[in-house]
């Protein structure tokens, strides 16, 4: 069973940069797909970027097209949600998730395709 940890979160200037990861302690990730997903309180989970178990299809939120990439390092066991230009509507709370594919080149923004999903880290742009 995937344990899944994000790190990396925090404040922010509008224009700056964060990144954050997401590594489960099994060193199983490599077999997964994972999503991003961001939240804002009171809203439902919206799916901002996933990247497939062979890291050959990546999938981005149109309101982050240019601005964020998911690369995974699988030696490393951890996927990241790199972060630029960030805006203050960008602000939210950001779990990664994890979900098993037929196939390797699969990932999804729907999120109840992902069974594991970590505790979420909190994403703040303010000046």
């Known amino acids: 069973q995937l344990q899944l940890v994000e790190s990396g979160g925090g404040l922010v200037q509008p224009g700056g940069s964060l990144r954050l990861s997401c590594a489960d302690s099994?060193?199983?990730?490599?077999?997964?797909?994972i999503g991003w997903f961001l939240q804002v309180s009171g809203k439902e989970r919206e799916g901002v970027s996933c990247?497939?178990?062979?890291?050959?299809?990546?999938n981005y939120a149109d309101s982050v097209k240019g601005r964020f990439t998911i690369p995974r390092d699988n030696a490393k066991n951890t996927v990241y949600l790199q972060m630029n230009s960030l805006k203050p509507e960008d602000t939210a709370v950001y779990s990664c998730?994890?979900?098993?594919?037929?196939?390797?080149?699969?990932?999804?923004?729907?999120?109840?395709?992902?069974?594991?999903w970590g505790q979420g880290t909190q994403v703040t742009v303010s000046s």
């Open positions: 990247i497939s178990s062979s890291g050959g299809r990546t």
């Open positions: 998730a994890a979900m098993t594919s037929l196939v390797n080149f699969y990932c999804s923004f729907s999120p109840k395709e992902y069974k594991y």
């Open positions: 099994g060193f199983t990730l490599k077999y997964y797909a």
